[in-house]
């Protein structure tokens, strides 16, 4: 990039750029911060530099209302800072213009529509006539989001007066009952927050599920007639907007102010009476996961009070203090804290969500990444390290550059120590005005980042960088992967820090050779073991592979990406063995993936029949590849027919309905789909899979695989898993499903890295 048109970061007081990420600059900063404080707020700086020195007196109360106190305060230095007070107020405003939306939703559509006007009633009530009288009311439509808000700012008008305006308020008494109790009402406002009531908890149905059938076996679909058309491989969900997100922290009721955020510290089991110790100090859910609340004991309540208060990005500080490396978890990574929240027969606050969007909030603004980056060096709320250490001289290998790798290489960082991180695949050089290190290793000057989103990349063209392991090549698009390099700019822009990838630990370099080269410390960071190859007849036959092994060759060769050469055959149907993540995640890829396949097939075979005749391109092709080539084109030919009848009229290509029709992709898995770890420790990823068309049975074991004449996968032999009347599984009759692509996903072995 021409120095010229580098982004040019002009701070107050005298600082530069580099001291953004410097100890001294750090320093610097953090006097600034006191200073401001105690010009604001003399007593509230004294609490802070007393919470400092010995921050073991504070209680876990205490030490809330004092960061909140402190984080608006933080917010406006930080505004100061990089000169962008005026977006600030902007975000913060629409904080406070969305705020009737949260209260009329509780106290006057939950607490008095829901209640004055049950469902049954609600059920006799005229929606369509209704909304046309309200709408003349308020003056415009009430179904959409400034609809809704609309409907909110009159509810609050009215009861300002409430005996002049007693009419209007039954009739939105009438239409609020209506619309958050019929399913008529929750459809009309199916994109909106207002009427959206918490639904209580049926752990045995926290998935809306159809029984339909697949190749003669009972399977399971979602109910409805609801699909998410998926096409290839861009991002899949891109979360909740601000006023969702908002909902979310509105729906908290802040409860580290009575001490019981289970969300973050877990949901503990009642004290026995006779005083006895526990062997868990948490409960559990009803499908024996422990409620441990989050790994990290992250803030939550705190930053949803903020949140809700118009303090997005003292809010995102409050986080930052536990999890610094908050872009590589929230939305579709981890969801432990959802699950020990408070609400456990009511839908949970969804956490990760809010979460992500906080930092989505933060990175939109001018200088976003510069701000979230400072916030993980330096953050005065974090009482115990508000700045980074000065250098110790002692240096850290890391091996592995996955999420425990590039999370703990942080901490070193923070601590003062040298780090050194080793990844064995490519990684993939950054722009050094971007990351600060050229090709050849050695540090440069680089360029601050005043928009986030030039970072940003279509995932579906998106070239695989290789840091970030399993969060890389192990996480489909559901995952937004962009956040990798956020946090590989945290790392690699550090000057006690070098990244080398292809260096396999063990191989190119092992532990003799580590301490040899002047490390103080080795860290095994080398992530997930082998997976679990299940012993078969024709276990190994042709079609036949691990889950793990098709997700990384889908991603990291670039098979996924219609423009890539890399061809990965995958024929239909597909089946999927066994119920974790991985097993939906395989599912829905391989899905997502046939489409892009055959139609890459068709439009190469057209080109170079073209130029040199269809004869003579399948001149050399076997009876296999000829029958095969034929599939493909065919069921590349009918849609390229649906997609142009789809456009002629005016709707969204039914792909989910053809790929089922050629067989599709079922998930089998051993014992009922309650039981399987995705769905007791992440339903939503279930729901998500089988809104893209996935079918999942249960209670099947795999007995064997059957083969083609040509040594290929056929079909696989299950037996049916029959539960006795003391629990106990047994195996019953077989059934012989069709298979051109078997997945395992069979769990994994330890590592053998370690070993």
């Known amino acids: 990039m021409p120095t010229a048109s580098l982004p040019r970061l002009d701070l107050p007081h005298g600082l530069a750029f580099a001291d953004l990420y ?65 977006e600030m107020r902007a975000l913060a405003a629409r904080h406070h213009e969305l705020a009737p939306l949260y209260a009329v939703k509780r106290l006057f ?15 006799g009530f005229d929606g369509a006539a209704l909304r046309r009288e309200l709408e003349q ?71 809306p599920l159809e029984q339909t059938t697949v190749h003669g076996v009972p399977a399971w679909k979602l109910a409805g007639d609801h699909v998410r058309r998926r096409e290839g491989f861009a991002l899949t969900d891109a979360g909740m907007d601000l006023t ?58 705190e930053f949803h009070k903020l949140r809700a208060e118009g303090v997005p990005l003292g809010a995102l500080a409050v986080i930052c ?89 942080h901490f070193l960082l923070n601590d003062g120590h040298t780090v050194v991180g080793i990844d064995g695949l490519k990684i993939e050089p950054l722009d050094e005005t971007l990351a600060g290190v050229a090709v050849d290793g050695r540090r440069v000057p680089f360029a601050p980042v005043r928009d986030a989103a ?13 840091f970030g392991g399993v969060a890389e090549y192990g ?27 292809g260096t396999r630990f063990g191989g190119t370099l092992d532990v003799e050779g580590a301490f040899a080269l002047g490390f103080d410390h080795v860290a095994l960071a080398a992530g997930a073991g082998r997976p679990t190859v299940l012993d078969l007849p024709n276990g190994l036959a042709r079609g036949v592979r691990t889950a793990s092994d098709f997700l990384m060759a889908l991603q990291l060769t670039g098979a996924a990406r219609r423009d890539s050469i890399t061809n990965m055959q995958v024929r239909l149907p597909v089946v999927v063995i066994g119920g974790g993540l991985t097993a939906i995640d395989t599912a829905t890829e391989s899905l997502a993936y046939y489409p892009v396949q055959v139609e890459k097939f068709l439009s190469r075979y057209e080109v170079l029949a073209a130029s040199r005749g269809a004869a003579a391109v399948e001149a050399a092709w076997t009876e296999e590849e000829r029958s095969i080539g034929a599939e493909f084109i065919a069921h590349a030919q009918a849609l390229r027919r649906e997609r142009a009848a789809a456009q002629a009229e005016g709707r969204a290509p ?55 004449a040509q040594g290929a996968v056929e079909s696989i032999s299950f037996a049916r898993q029959l539960r006795d009347a003391d629990g106990k599984w047994r195996d019953g009759d077989i059934w012989q499903a069709p298979a051109r692509a078997v997945f395992i996903a069979a769990g994994t072995q330890p590592n053998t890295v370690l070993a």
């Open 654 to 708: 039914r792909i989910v309905e053809m790929l089922q029709q050629w067989g599709g992709a079922t998930i089998a898995y051993r014992k009922r789909l309650v039981d399987s770890p995705s769905y007791t420790l992440n339903h939503e990823e279930v729901e998500k899979a089988l809104e893209e068309g996935v079918r999942f049975a249960e209670c099947l074991s795999p007995t064997r695989i059957d083969v083609d």
């Open 109 to 123: 559509v939950q607490r008095k529509a829901m209640n004055a006007h049950k469902a049954e009633v609600a059920a």
């Open 475 to 501: 996480i489909t698009v559901r995952w937004d992967k962009n956040f990798l390099k956020l946090v590989r700019l945290l790392l690699q822009r550090r000057d006690r820090f070098a990244l080398y990838g």
């Open 454 to 466: 030039s970072l940003v990349e279509p995932l579906d063209e998106r070239v695989m960088a290789g």
């Open 321 to 409: 203090v536990d999890n610094p490396l908050v872009a590589a978890t929230g939305h579709r990574i981890c969801n432990d804290c959802m699950k020990s929240c408070i609400y456990q027969k009511t839908d949970p606050v969804d956490i990760p969500q809010a979460e992500t969007r906080i930092l989505k909030d933060v990175l939109a603004l001018p200088w976003g990444f510069e701000i979230y980056s400072l916030l993980t060096r330096w953050n005065p709320l974090n009482l115990r390290r508000p700045r980074p250490a000065a250098a110790t001289g002692r240096r850290a290998l890391v091996v592995g550059m996955g999420p425990a790798g590039f999370t703990l290489a």
């Open 22 to 86: 410097s100890v001294d600059g750090a320093e610097r900063i953090d006097a600034l911060f006191v200073d401001h404080l105690r010009h604001a707020d003399a007593e509230l700086a004294t609490r802070l530099d007393t919470a400092r020195r010995d921050s073991a007196q504070l209680t876990g109360k205490d030490e809330s209302a004092l960061l909140i106190a402190v984080a608006p305060h933080l917010e406006d230095f930080l505004a100061e800072l990089f000169g962008i007070a005026a």
């Open 137 to 207: 009311a308020i003056g415009g439509p009430v179904t959409d989001t400034d609809g809704e808000l609309a409907f909110a700012q009159a509810v609050t008008r009215w009861q300002q007066d409430e005996t002049a305006h007693a009419a209007a308020l039954d009739l939105a008494l009438r239409y609020a009952a209506w619309a958050a109790h019929t399913p008529a009402g929750r459809a009309a406002h199916r994109a909106g927050v207002l009427f959206r009531a918490p639904r209580k908890l049926d752990y045995m149905q926290l998935v």
């Open 244 to 301: 969702a997100a908002l909902d979310q922290s509105h729906y908290c009721i802040w409860c580290h102010e009575q001490g019981k955020d289970s969300c973050s510290h877990g949901l503990p089991e009642k004290k026995p009476a006779d005083g006895a110790v526990f062997e868990n100090p948490f409960k559990k859910s009803p499908f024996g996961v422990t409620l441990a609340g989050c790994p990290l004991e992250e803030k939550i309540s």
